[in-house]
């Protein structure tokens, strides 16, 4: 039934009346619930910052009764709420029952699932650290991501062009390229001079290899006739690669760059827990260290949002690019 | 004559072909599969020729020959006294699809020759005529998704004619067109070849398009190529389909393709 309702409430834009948005409104009732049950029943063993967490949550609540009034009046903002409102109930809901089942009842062991006032706290001493080692990562992970990029577009596009690049590069990527780059791990740390640079090599490596392998059969696809365009009017090689073969082979490209960097997360987080002394991997292992699960669990969840911040990042670079694919593919 | 009345646009002027005892091959898991067989033909500088002949008989392969993308087994092919080595941009070739670009919009698509060769700097205004001269004035941000066939192979036009080509070589430019778009576009093609005074050499297996296009006819028959005719369309631009003239030489061309129990 409510479903049926934020449907036609989506579809009927613009509105003849801007009607109230009854879906928010649930969400709204769903976030007082959370704080009600936070504030009024007894948690089983002293927790941190309840008042101030079940003002948080009463404020999200008291946010969504606003934007659930103004309804479609407030344009895109309004038209987000009326899109997501079934997942910001979901949310309130969420909240309430993860307070229920850690503080209130102990359903779930603790300091295994910790409560949700638990990870606030963490949120608000701890955010330096976390922080900082969230920087860390990406900086980490951009270094190694761009130069294995690099080196990966560069021996695809040899591949795909030279034969004598290809006769060489081909049996030693088929060879090595499929090793996981972890495994290179107490290797590298011996060989490079710090851990830091061994990982950035790690990294680089696990980048490389599907885009050296994408980008080498997107050169191997073009369309010859492309080519035999190019030429008759009057092309030279260079040309051929860099005007012709090159934005031929982007869609190709991109999908290796994604591969690579869902890769190189994994080898990211093992190379910080077990070499750098830094970082978002390091600080879950430094977390484990002293049993503050709560921290692990803060870690995890920002560890999350870098993820996929960055493959959004690489979404909207690939769709600025790949303008022209739009209508040719459907994404 | 009547290219002089019509307003011209800047062109090199055609050139002439000479086509001598060429034949030519492929390799078919190492069996040589012959497509020509001993072809010898001129072109005068400036006229319109077609290549008519049954599909797969090795009018393309003649082309792509001229164009210079393949080099003949034996014999050579000559353009303006010049033995044909490699292509050029003063010979384009303009093939059945279009082929453009994807990643590039009309405007980057014509450019593209000027490109190549360095010189859209100077040149960059003989890109907006080549647009015109296609009529697609406006059209210039477009990606080639959005262009119908006919436009399509229109911005294909305006790519080749922009480099001012002395020979325009056509691999059935207007064989996957639908039909109404396929007459306006065979009525715009006499149109730009009377304005740019270059040669043009049309394949086609169109009995009709050929006729009413090209001032001379050469009439191939089956694989390996063979010249098996000769005509000479005598008739003035602008042409009439209706012409009795027309499907007296088609009844010929018909009769040369092996057909003539058809008319």
């Known amino acids: ?331 | 004559m009547v290219a002089s009345a019509l307003k011209t646009v800047p062109q090199a002027a055609g050139t002439e072909i000479n086509i001598q005892t060429v034949s030519h091959h492929f390799d078919l898991e190492g069996a040589p599969l012959p497509v020509l067989d001993d072809i010898t033909f001129d072109i005068e500088p400036g006229s319109f020729v077609a290549l008519l002949g049954p599909s797969g008989c090795g009018k393309s392969t003649l082309l792509r020959l001229i164009a210079g993308l393949d080099h003949p087994a034996q014999g050579q092919i000559q353009v303006a006294g010049e033995k044909v080595a490699d292509p050029d941009p003063s010979r384009i070739l303009v093939f059945q699809d279009p082929t453009l670009f994807p990643w590039r919009n009309v405007r980057a698509n014509v450019a593209l020759g000027l490109e190549a060769q360095g010189t859209l700097k100077s040149e960059g205004h003989r890109v907006d005529e080549a647009i015109r001269l296609v009529g697609l004035t406006g059209f210039d941000k477009a990606y080639p998704h959005q262009l119908s066939g006919g436009m399509a192979q229109r911005v294909a036009l305006a790519r080749a004619l922009v480099n001012r080509p002395n020979v325009l070589l056509l691999d059935e430019p207007l064989g996957k067109l639908d039909s109404l778009t396929r007459m306006t576009m065979q009525t715009e093609l006499v149109r730009l070849w009377q304005q740019s005074g270059l040669t043009a050499v049309l394949v086609t297996h169109d009995v009709e398009e050929a006729l009413y296009l090209a001032q001379r006819v050469i009439v191939f028959g089956p694989r390996p190529a063979r010249i098996v005719a000769d005509l000479q369309v005598d008739l003035p631009y602008p042409r009439h389909r209706g012409d009795p003239r027309l499907a007296e030489l088609r009844h010929q061309a018909l009769g040369h393709l092996g057909l003539d129990s058809s008319w």
């Open chain 1, 1 to 331: 039934m409510a479903s049926i309702d934020i449907e036609a409430e989506i579809r009927a834009e613009p509105p003849a009346r801007a009607p109230v948005q009854r879906v928010t409104l649930l969400a709204a009732l769903s976030w007082f619930a959370a704080a009600a049950i936070l504030l009024l029943w007894q948690d089983l063993t002293f927790q941190p910052l309840v008042r101030e967490l079940a003002l948080i949550w009463g404020a999200v609540g008291v946010a969504l009764v606003a934007l659930g009034l103004a309804g479609s009046r407030l344009g895109r903002v309004g038209r987000w709420t009326a899109l997501r409102a079934p997942w910001l109930l979901a949310i309130g809901i969420g909240m309430a029952v993860w307070t229920v089942l850690t503080a209130k009842t102990g359903l779930l062991p603790q300091p295994f699932f910790p409560t949700p006032q638990a990870l606030l706290e963490v949120f608000i001493y701890d955010w330096p650290k976390i922080l900082h080692s969230a920087s860390f990562s990406v900086w980490l992970l951009a270094k190694g991501f761009f130069f294995g990029a690099l080196a990966g577009f560069a021996i695809g596009v040899g591949m795909g062009w030279s034969r004598a690049v290809s006769y060489w590069a081909t049996p030693l990527l088929r060879y090595i390229g499929p090793l996981p780059a972890t495994a290179w791990l107490p290797l590298a740390f011996f060989i490079f001079p710090t851990s830091g640079s061994a990982s950035v090599f790690l990294i680089a490596f696990s980048t490389a290899f599907p885009v050296a392998v994408l980008t080498w059969s997107g050169i191997a696809s073009v369309n010859r006739d492309y080519y035999e365009i190019a030429r008759t009017l009057g092309a030279s090689p260079l040309f051929l690669i860099t005007r012709v073969a090159i934005p031929a082979a982007l869609p190709h490209v991109f999908v290796g760059l994604f591969m690579g960097l869902s890769t190189s997360f994994a080898v990211l987080v093992v190379a910080e827990m077990l070499g750098v002394e830094a970082g978002l991997g390091w600080y879950l292992q430094w977390a484990q260290g002293w049993a503050a699960y709560a921290n692990m669990y803060a870690a995890l969840f920002v560890m999350a949002a870098m993820c996929s911040g960055l493959i959004t990042l690489l979404f909207r670079i690939r769709d600025r690019v790949l303008v022209w694919q739009k209508g040719v593919v459907r994404w």
